[in-house]
């Protein structure tokens, strides 16, 4: 299952939190390595942007939870469709009206 998550940290200063996000990065790569996160960016200014490739909502819910722990945010989270299975369905819908 794929989402996007888009982090919106809570309003402390920046640099009241920089050694403790420091741990953001190497904490990300471990998903990163194991394929679970696809592309994570930094967002302008604050925040950072995520796409998780997990098995479960359980998953996800644990990745934003150890998250929050590292740096406390509000998180928006979008389902994805893959673009392949996008097209699958795209080309069933089209094959189905033909018939």
């Keep these: 299952m794929l989402f996007l ?19 953001y990065w190497p904490w990300i790569a471990k ?3 194991s394929g679970v996160c696809r592309h994570v960016y930094a967002r ?9 490739d997990v098995e479960s ?6 990745i ?3 998250w929050a722990d590292i740096i ?3 998180f928006d989270t979008y389902p ?5 299975a996008v097209n699958r369905l795209l080309a069933a819908q089209v094959a189905a009206r033909k018939t």
């Design 57 to 62: 909502n359980d998953a996800l819910h644990q």
């Design 5 to 23: 998550v888009v982090s919106t940290p809570r309003p402390e200063r920046p640099s009241e939190l920089a050694q403790t996000r420091q741990s």
């Design 31 to 33: 998903y990163q390595a």
């Design 64 to 66: 934003l939870n150890e």
């Design 44 to 52: 302008v200014g604050r925040g950072a942007v995520a796409v998780f």
């Design 72 to 74: 406390p945010a509000h």
């Design 80 to 84: 994805l469709v893959d673009a392949d």
